[in-house]
């Protein structure tokens, strides 16, 4: 006799004698032994059912038990049902049992699901890292099912399937705008399954689904949307994307039917950003279908000088040239960044062309003979100054808001400061109670500078003084990076813990953890707006987080290894990020895009910045190599190689144009780039100082022949701007057919 069926029977046989609780619990106890005797599926389908809402918790845990039973037997049905009550339920202790038993999910989705709502979000991604199994298992998910998952993706982090999933609930506009906004920061395969799901869910019907899917290729330019979409025989609803959406998709049989008149396509280019607006008249170009320009042109499009990249310019300038305009030429030469000016010059003068104008006349033939010489060779950058730091094993570097103050961090305890831009030290040095400083950032007033040394520790000093005003500890790794919030109220601090971490500043204590990851940090940057983090670390990923909300922003995905190196530009509008896979890659922070990438082989760089422009990156690495890269193409303008020593930091100072470089040695080089970076930039006189500045510029004693020839030809074009007021009295655009350029 079986024990359930003895138990069953010495309970019928003594029930009247026993208590009435007593009774009850024993026939119970034996009700659930023999369902688990049984082991049919109805039977284990009973004990589920107990163990979620039975009469009572004994009945419910011994229900549980029994399925623990059957389930480390190997019994399917059993297995399927613990999990059920881990998933479905919520059911702690059938969670519990599923870890310390270590049950096998019946199925990959069962097992995902159940990682991602129990906080393993690393290996549900590790199993599903396109998250196209969990997508399959969250649709077919009960409502309270998929808010709990919707939760858990967002606590881990999920911004882009968390935004996928919520269009998947409620299938709105608004929810697939989302998903379209965190589509960028997706790796390529989580891309192609957020695609595919998009795709089924318009061909179940869904018209936010098939306008979404259009939308990723005119937004993201995904050619994989765009396949997708044509397959299916999707477009924009509204006309004018329409239009667009044929256009870029070369419909042309489409797109003549509905914009004849090209009308559309000219609203469409005119209402697009940068980006979008080359794509259109890259793609005119390529297909010849340029007919609609000359309408776009008449509608007024402008583009300011500061905007046209190198692109830009050669094709301006091809245009100009084909259509004989050497007046506008001319014209134009008077504005344009030098580099294109000197070029434009020569054609005007091999077209034997000279102004009319007596006074024009007499300023051709000055500019003509300096474009000349600077057309020999570019412009440079030149040593202005070394400074040698008492200490010889330098290790940090940052230089104040203003400009007026330097400070060095070596492998000691020193901290040196520096009055610029003469170079002077400023005494008493800073000496640290511990060695190593790893991190430096000035307050944006100045008045503070924060160093990270290797105790993990965060110091506040006096920049006037060096008197130490507060000492910040929280962190359990190495501090590498620091940022101060634009407001001077708050510092940001990321370490090798995983963590970034907000101080109240300056006098602390209070700290809150604002971000963390699973491995080291190794950079901190903030958008000049205070509103935007960005941290860079092992895991080769930038993360964008909000502040003081502290919701994560963008997974900016793309390195292949550790993120070493980071900078923003003034605007906030340009990130650039340095990766161990030696690659350099620009950013858009804010819509989470990858603008570029560019292969830096030979040793790691350890330092950049933007000019104020932004039309320019610089950065210093390990082996003493300052290389200029152009933003807007990715191009490599400049590579200096005099210094064989490694650079362990690199600042700019705005103020006087120079770019400081701190060797690992002890040398402090101050290079000056005010020709260099004036020859790319718009001829613009803001204020006589600027004239007073090249006169300056052009008597100092250590220059090469190259960047006075430039100074020269930049210094004339600006006197002559200073007496004729020539930017006022300029109005009329210069007329391309694809756009004005205002001047």
Excluded at 89 to 116: C, K, M, R, S
Excluded at 219 to 246: I, M, Q
Excluded at 319 to 339: C, G, I, M, T, Y
Excluded at 472 to 477: D, E, N, P, Q
């Amino acid at each position: 006799m079986s024990d359930a069926t003895h138990d069953l029977v010495q309970f019928l046989l003594t029930a009247s004698q026993l208590p009435i609780e007593e009774a009850q619990r024993l026939a119970l106890r034996g009700a659930v032994a023999f369902l688990e005797e049984a082991g049919t599926p109805e039977a284990i389908g009973g004990l589920a059912e107990v163990a979620r809402s039975g009469i009572s918790v004994e009945a419910a845990a011994q229900a549980l038990e029994s399925l623990r039973r059957l389930s480390r037997s190997g019994t399917g049905e059993a297995i399927a049902k613990v999990f059920e009550l881990a998933i479905q339920y919520n059911h702690p202790d059938a969670q519990a049992a599923v870890v310390v038993d270590n049950l096998p999910a019946p199925e990959p989705g069962t097992q995902i699901v159940f990682w991602l709502l129990t906080g393993q979000a690393k290996e549900s991604l590790r199993l599903d890292p396109t998250h196209r199994i969990l997508t399959a298992k969250f649709t077919g998910a009960p409502p309270d099912l998929q808010a709990r998952l919707l939760q858990a993706a967002q606590k881990a982090g999920w911004t882009g399937w968390h935004a996928l999933a919520a269009a998947l609930v409620e299938d709105t506009p608004a929810r697939y705008t989302e998903l379209i906004q965190a589509f960028g920061a997706l790796a390529p395969d989580e891309q192609g399954a957020v695609l595919d799901t998009v795709y089924e869910t318009g061909q179940r019907g869904s018209a936010p689904a098939k306008e979404a899917l259009c939308e990723l290729y005119l937004v993201w330019d995904s050619t994989k949307a765009l396949e997708l979409a044509e397959g299916a025989g999707y477009a924009p609803e509204e006309p004018v994307r329409r239009a667009l959406f044929f256009f870029l998709a070369g419909q042309w049989d489409a797109y003549e039917r509905l914009d004849f008149s090209h009308t559309l396509i000219g609203t469409a280019y005119e209402n697009a950003a940068l980006p979008l607006r080359r794509r259109i008249l890259s793609k005119s170009r390529y297909a010849g279908r340029t007919e609609w320009l000359q309408p776009a042109s008449e509608g007024k499009p402008r583009r300011w000088l500061k905007d046209l990249n190198d692109a830009d310019w050669d094709y301006t300038l091809v245009q100009l040239n084909e259509r004989l305009a050497w007046d506008e030429l001319w014209r134009l030469a008077l504005f344009a960044p030098p580099v294109w000016g000197v070029q434009i010059l020569d054609k005007l003068q091999q077209a034997n062309w000279q102004p009319e104008n007596p006074d024009e006349l007499d300023l051709w033939q000055r500019l003509g003979h300096l474009s000349a010489a600077c057309r020999t060779k570019a412009p440079e950058i030149y040593l202005q100054k070394t400074l040698h730091s008492p200490e010889h094993s330098l290790t940090a570097l940052a230089v104040s808001p203003d400009g007026r103050v330097m400070a060095t961090g070596c492998a000691g305890q020193v901290i040196q400061r520096w009055q610029m831009p003469r170079g002077d030290r400023l005494e008493p040095p800073i000496i640290g109670p511990v060695a190593q400083t790893r991190a430096m950032v000035f307050s944006p007033d100045g008045e503070y500078l924060v160093a990270a040394s290797g105790d993990q520790a965060i110091r506040i000093y006096r920049t006037a003084d060096g008197k130490l005003v507060k000492t910040l500890s929280g962190h359990k790794g190495t501090v590498r990076g620091l940022a101060i919030h634009p407001d001077g109220r708050t510092l940001f601090s990321a370490s090798f813990d995983g963590q970034v971490r907000a101080w109240r500043f300056p006098l602390g204590p209070d700290s809150q953890v604002v971000f963390e990851s699973a491995g080291e940090l190794f950079a901190l940057a903030i958008a000049p707006e205070g509103e935007l983090l960005i941290t860079g670390g092992a895991n080769g990923v930038l993360q964008t987080i909000h502040w003081p909300t502290m919701q994560k922003a963008h997974n900016l995905a793309g390195h292949k290894d550790s993120v070493t190196c980071l900078c923003l530009s003034e605007s906030g509008q340009l990130a650039a990020s340095y990766g161990r896979d030696q690659t350099l890659r620009l950013w858009n922070p804010i819509g989470g895009r990858e603008l570029r990438q560019m292969v830096v082989p030979g040793a790691a760089l350890t330092g950049m910045c933007f000019d104020p422009a932004e039309q320019v990156l610089m950065g210093g690495g390990m082996d003493g190599r300052i290389t200029f890269w152009n933003t807007s193409t990715g191009s490599e303008l400049l590579r200096i190689e005099r210094q064989s020593k490694p650079i362990i930091g690199l600042a700019l100072q705005k103020s006087e144009a120079v770019l400081v470089t701190a060797m690992a040695d002890g040398e402090i080089l101050c290079w000056g780039i005010e020709a260099f970076l004036l020859a790319r930039r718009p001829v613009e006189l803001s204020s006589p100082t600027q004239i007073q500045q090249l006169e300056i510029d052009l008597a100092r004693p250590n220059q090469t022949t190259a960047i006075r020839n430039w100074l020269a030809y930049l210094l004339e074009l600006m006197r002559w701007k200073g007496r004729y007021d020539i930017q006022i009295g300029e109005t009329r655009p210069i007329h391309l057919g694809e756009f004005d350029i205002e001047l």
